[in-house]
């Protein structure tokens, strides 16, 4: 168990819906990504937040967005679903590196992902 | 643009052989590289890592190599065993580009690892 908890596990929707992905990071961690793992390719980076606030964002579509709350969960919003938007979708968080004046670590720990089918 | 390629989409080895795992990366910024192995089912757990400045890191029977020259890292597992059928995944981060980049991995297709008894 990495302690990261992503709910729901399976989403089945239809195209033009929206939906909202869930995830609550390790204890301790202000520091959340989302990726997004397609049939065929690796895991790809949306974005990250950092104690509520945007850090990195990678190839995330417009009609996806992202926030990360007070209490450091995350939720992944995605609208207007496509058939081609069928994916796994993880959130991971990492630690601070203490003493370091807060770099992050690299070693990130991974949620079990939410499938999404866009039927 | 994949800058990051596992171009082994799967491995068959035997218990108690090594196991090989390549990885090849085409930006030359990448400083640091990650190895995750992932279960189905279950998100990629973290495996084993190295920086650019070695060329080298060992952990019980996982040893991953860095050529930089060649832009190529392998993993290397010996022996292996079948509870290491897996999907493996090489990753890259650019540790220059700053703090806020760090977690912000740049990952392989995956390759899967079979061990047969």
């Known amino acids: 168990d990495s302690g990261v908890t992503q709910t729901p596990k399976h989403l089945i929707t239809a195209t033009g819906q929206r939906v909202t992905l869930r995830c609550s990071p390790r204890s301790g961690d202000l520091s959340v990504y989302w990726y997004q793992q397609s049939l065929d390719q690796g895991l790809q980076f949306l974005i990250q937040y950092y104690n509520g606030e945007e850090r990195a964002k990678g190839n995330i579509l417009e009609r996806f967005s992202a926030q990360q709350f007070p209490d450091l969960h995350s939720e992944l919003n995605l609208s207007s679903l496509e058939l081609g938007d069928s994916a796994l979708y993880f959130c991971?968080?990492?630690?601070?590196?203490?003493?370091?004046?807060?770099?992050?670590?690299?070693?990130?720990?991974f949620g079990s992902g939410t499938q999404l089918s866009v039927l | 643009d994949q800058q990051v390629k596992q171009n082994s989409p799967s491995l068959s080895v035997q218990e108690g052989r090594i196991s090989i795992l390549n990885c090849d990366y085409t930006n030359s910024m990448f400083d640091y590289f990650l190895w995750y192995k992932k279960y189905p089912a279950e998100g990629p757990t973290f495996l084993i890592s190295i920086s650019s400045i070695k060329d080298k890191n060992e952990d019980g029977r996982f040893t991953v190599f860095l050529n930089k020259s060649a832009k190529h890292l392998s993993l290397h597992i010996v022996p292996s065993q079948p509870g290491d059928s897996a999907v493996y995944f090489c990753?890259?981060?650019?540790?220059?580009?700053?703090?806020?980049?760090?977690?912000?991995?740049?990952f392989g297709q995956g390759t899967i690892l079979t061990v047969h008894p």
């Open positions: 990753a890259a981060s650019n540790r220059n580009a700053g703090g806020t980049s760090y977690g912000k991995l740049t």
């Open positions: 991971a968080s990492s630690p601070t590196i203490e003493g370091t004046g807060g770099r992050i670590a690299e070693k990130l720990f």
